[in-house]
Nanobody
Framework: QVQLVESGGGLVQAGGSLRLSCAAS????????MGWFRQAPGKEREFVAT????????YYSDSVKGRFTISRDIAKNTVYLQMNNLSPEDTAIYYC????????????????????WGQGTQVTVSS
């Protein structure tokens, strides 16, 4: 059973920073990609960032590019999301996801690209 445990969410003022973590309990070398998505109140879940475990390619949504950075600790099967210059529009539940299916593209930005999901962590940015 694959489990993803997210942490690092919280309340921050606009312009502040947060760092999210997501640890995956999977067999070594099973991860092919990990990503972050978010869902704001009343909106559909949307792609935020992804990390290709095999070729280290990263990809970001336009709304976070230049402010968020996705990184990993391969020894810990953990992906991070460093979020800087946060705005109230970033308020959402943030979900991490892992892909264990084979790599066929450079990066993955659709929910259906991923096999397992975390429970989510709340990020609230006050103005």
């Amino acid at each position: 059973q694959v489990q993803l445990v997210e942490s690092g969410g919280g309340l921050v003022q606009a312009g502040g920073s947060l760092r999210l973590s997501c640890a995956a309990s999977v067999r070594a070398f099973s991860i092919n990609a990990m990503g972050w998505f978010r869902q704001a109140p009343g909106k559909e879940r949307e792609f935020v960032a992804t990390f290709n475990w095999r070729n280290t390619v990263t990809y970001y949504s336009d709304s976070v590019k230049g402010r968020f950075t996705i990184s990993r600790d391969i020894a810990k099967n953990t992906v991070y999301l460093q979020m800087n210059n946060l705005s109230p529009e970033d308020t959402a539940i943030y979900y991490c996801a892992v892909r264990v299916r084979s790599i066929i593209r450079a990066y993955y930005m659709f929910e259906t690209d991923y096999d397992y999901w975390g429970q989510g962590t709340q990020v609230t940015v006050s103005s």
